[in-house]
């Protein structure tokens, strides 16, 4: 059964943010290379495939502010996420200096996550296992004390590509962090 896209901002249903057209129009900007030609490759429904998983994919990080409504099916839109590289210096009398922040609207998904959801989207179609992923591919080896972990996957893969991380810079919480407890 092929899959229907539906972009509808803050929609109960959708299960993307851009349409294949919209997509599409994003990769026909990127210099010509061996997933672009994949992609171009792809049917339609791949396509399709792929901009919804990762849509998916991208709604598993942590982003800053709150979604819009309850109702709503993906992560965005949301209220009180701050514009990256928007911040303004406003010198008022009484303070020597503050800065005006600039945020996003609450009805509008950003261009940026847009174009992370094509990417990892065109990365998919040319990596359909991309996703399979533990999180320890960065290590060869993990030991806690008497415990020791080999990862079976190629050392060589991300959880999410580079230009990925890049658009997510400044939407989401920070993806570095280790927690310890203490028993």
């Given amino acids: 059964m092929a899959v229907t896209l539906n972009a509808v901002v803050g929609g109960a249903s959708s299960n993307t943010y851009l349409l294949l057209s919209?997509?599409?129009?994003?990769?026909?900007?990127l210099m010509l290379n061996e997933e672009v030609t994949t992609w171009d490759d792809a049917e339609e429904d791949v396509q399709n495939r792929a901009l919804v998983t990762a849509a998916w994919r991208l709604d598993r990080e942590r982003f800053f502010g709150n979604r819009t409504s309850t109702t709503q099916a993906l992560q965005w839109p949301r209220v009180g996420v701050r514009k990256p590289d928007q911040y303004q210096p406003v010198y008022q009398a009484g303070y020597s200096f503050?800065?005006?922040?600039?945020?996003?609207?609450d009805d509008v998904i950003p261009d940026e996550v847009k174009k992370a959801q094509t990417i990892l989207a065109l990365y998919l179609v040319s990596e359909p296992d991309a996703l399979n992923l533990g999180g320890l591919e960065q290590f060869k080896n993990v030991s806690i004390g008497p415990l020791s972990v080999t990862p079976m996957q190629p050392q060589n893969q991300r959880l999410l590509p580079p230009l990925v991380e890049q658009y997510l810079r400044g939407l989401r919480a920070s993806t570095n962090a280790i927690s310890i407890q203490r028993n």
């Fill in 98 to 105: 503050s800065v005006r922040a600039d945020y996003y609207p």
């Fill in 22 to 29: 919209d997509a599409q129009g994003i990769i026909d900007s």
